[in-house]
C-alpha cells in the first residue's frame, strides 16, 4: 500500500454472500474488461448458510493470492446479544443498549466472553491464511462513524474505537495472529468528525472511507481522512461508482478502491468500468509487485 500511494491505485471488487459463491462479483469483472481486479475483497459473513460456508470464502482468498491479488476482508458480524448467525436486518443492522456495549467491551462480563468466543471462531479460517502465507487486509466494525449497524455511532475513546482495539489486541495478541493488515473505516457522513472513531496508529495499519452519501469522495473527504492517517496509506474501501478518471488524477493518495459487490454492474455501464480498469494509474491483476 505504502508503494503504490501516489504512483498507482489497486482496482478491488467486493464478493458478498452467498459464501457459496465467493468469487462471483471478481468473474464480472473479468467478463467486462477481461482483467481480474488487482484486489479480491470477501466477507466472513454472517448467515447460518454462509458461515457453514467460510471454508470457501477461506480457499478463495488463497487461489486469489496465489493468482497475484491481494486479498480482503471485511466482517459483518452479529450482534453477541443474540446467536452467531442471523440475518442482515435486525441482526447486522440492529441497535444495541449502551449497557449491553459496555459490558460486551468489559472484561469479566458473559457478554465480553461471548464476543471472544466468536473471535475464537473465525481465528481458525484467518490462521489458515498465515500458514499459506496469505496477509490479509482485515476491516472489521466497518462504517463505524454510522448508526445503522450494532457497533456503530459510539465517538470516543470508550466507544465504537474500544471495540476495534479489543479485538484487534485479542487477534494479533492472545490469538498471534500477524498477517492481518489492520483497516480501519468510516463512512464519508457530512457530519465529519471522523477523528472521533480513529483507535490509534498503534492500532491501524490503513485508513479507510466508504463512499456512499455522494458519488466519490469530495476534496474535503480526502483531506479529512488524510489529516487522520498522515503518513500511513489511505483507501475507498467501498465505492458503488468506479472511480473516474478526473477523481484518479486529482486525489492521488488512495492506496485501493473496492466496488462493492451488485453495484459494479448495477451502477456502471461496461464503457464506465472497461475505462476505469484500463487508465494508466490503475493497477490490476499481475500488476502488483509485491516485496
Same mark, same amino acid.
Not at 487461489?63 to 459483518?76: C, D, K, P, R, Y
Not at 440475518?87 to 458473559?110: H, L, M
Not at 470508550?158 to 468510516?186: C, E, F, P, Q
Not at 488512495?254 to 493497477?283: C, K
Given at each position: 500500500?505504502?508503494?503504490?500511494?501516489?504512483?498507482?491505485?489497486?482496482?478491488?471488487?467486493?464478493? =458478498?454472500e452467498p459464501a457459496s459463491a465467493p468469487g462471483q462479483y471478481t468473474q464480472?469483472?473479468?467478463?467486462?474488461?477481461?482483467?481480474?481486479?488487482?484486489?479480491?475483497?470477501?466477507?466472513?459473513?454472517?448467515? !447460518?448458510?454462509?458461515i457453514a460456508d467460510r471454508q470457501r470464502v477461506i480457499d478463495q482468498a488463497r487461489t486469489e493470492?496465489? *493468482?497475484?491479488?491481494?486479498? !480482503?476482508?471485511?466482517?459483518?458480524?452479529? /450482534? /453477541?446479544?443474540?446467536?452467531? +448467525?442471523?440475518?442482515?436486518?435486525?441482526?447486522? =443492522?440492529?441497535?444495541i443498549s449502551e449497557e449491553d456495549f459496555r459490558a460486551?467491551?468489559?472484561?469479566?462480563?458473559?457478554?465480553?466472553?461471548?464476543?471472544? !468466543?466468536?473471535?475464537?471462531?473465525?481465528?481458525?479460517?484467518?490462521?489458515?491464511?498465515?500458514? $499459506?502465507?496469505?496477509?490479509?487486509?482485515f476491516r472489521p466494525f466497518h462504517e463505524m462513524n454510522e448508526a445503522w449497524n450494532w457497533w456503530g455511532n459510539r465517538p470516543g475513546p470508550?466507544?465504537?474505537?474500544?471495540?476495534?482495539?479489543m479485538t484487534h489486541d485479542y487477534l494479533a495478541g492472545t490469538k498471534g495472529l500477524d498477517n492481518?493488515?489492520?483497516?480501519? *473505516?468510516?463512512?464519508? *457522513? /457530512? !457530519?465529519?468528525?471522523?477523528?472521533?472513531?480513529? /483507535?490509534?496508529?498503534?492500532?491501524?495499519?490503513? $485508513? +479507510?472511507?466508504?463512499?456512499?452519501? =455522494?458519488?466519490f469522495p469530495s476534496q474535503g473527504d480526502y483531506e479529512q481522512l488524510q489529516a487522520i492517517a498522515g503518513d500511513m496509506p489511505i483507501a475507498l474501501a467501498e465505492m458503488g461508482t468506479v472511480p473516474s478518471a478526473s477523481l484518479l488524477d486529482s486525489q492521488t493518495r488512495w492506496s485501493y478502491f473496492m466496488i462493492w459487490s451488485e453495484q459494479l454492474r448495477g451502477n456502471n455501464s461496461d464503457a464506465e468500468i472497461q475505462a476505469t480498469y484500463f487508465h494508466p494509474r490503475v493497477l490490476n491483476q499481475g500488476e502488483v509487485n509485491l516485496p
Amino acid at each position: 500500500m505504502r508503494s503504490v500511494t501516489g504512483s498507482g491505485i489497486v482496482s478491488g471488487q467486493h464478493n =458478498k454472500e452467498p459464501a457459496s459463491a465467493p468469487g462471483q462479483y471478481t468473474q464480472q469483472v473479468h467478463d467486462v474488461t477481461g482483467q481480474w481486479p488487482g484486489m479480491w475483497g470477501g466477507d466472513l459473513m454472517f448467515r !447460518a448458510e454462509d458461515i457453514a460456508d467460510r471454508q470457501r470464502v477461506i480457499d478463495q482468498a488463497r487461489t486469489e493470492w496465489a *493468482n497475484g491479488s491481494l486479498v !480482503a476482508l471485511t466482517w459483518h458480524a452479529c /450482534p /453477541p446479544t443474540g446467536g452467531e +448467525s442471523c440475518a442482515f436486518e435486525g441482526g447486522v =443492522k440492529s441497535t444495541i443498549s449502551e449497557e449491553d456495549f459496555r459490558a460486551i467491551v468489559t472484561e469479566g462480563t458473559d457478554l465480553h466472553r461471548e464476543w471472544l !468466543a466468536r473471535l475464537d471462531s473465525v481465528a481458525p479460517y484467518l490462521q489458515q491464511l498465515e500458514d $499459506a502465507g496469505v496477509p490479509v487486509l482485515f476491516r472489521p466494525f466497518h462504517e463505524m462513524n454510522e448508526a445503522w449497524n450494532w457497533w456503530g455511532n459510539r465517538p470516543g475513546p470508550d466507544g465504537s474505537s474500544r471495540l476495534y482495539r479489543m479485538t484487534h489486541d485479542y487477534l494479533a495478541g492472545t490469538k498471534g495472529l500477524d498477517n492481518l493488515i489492520w483497516v480501519w *473505516n468510516v463512512q464519508d *457522513n /457530512p !457530519a465529519g468528525g471522523w477523528d472521533a472513531y480513529y /483507535p490509534g496508529d498503534d492500532h491501524v495499519d490503513v $485508513a +479507510s472511507l466508504d463512499v456512499w452519501y =455522494k458519488e466519490f469522495p469530495s476534496q474535503g473527504d480526502y483531506e479529512q481522512l488524510q489529516a487522520i492517517a498522515g503518513d500511513m496509506p489511505i483507501a475507498l474501501a467501498e465505492m458503488g461508482t468506479v472511480p473516474s478518471a478526473s477523481l484518479l488524477d486529482s486525489q492521488t493518495r488512495w492506496s485501493y478502491f473496492m466496488i462493492w459487490s451488485e453495484q459494479l454492474r448495477g451502477n456502471n455501464s461496461d464503457a464506465e468500468i472497461q475505462a476505469t480498469y484500463f487508465h494508466p494509474r490503475v493497477l490490476n491483476q499481475g500488476e502488483v509487485n509485491l516485496p
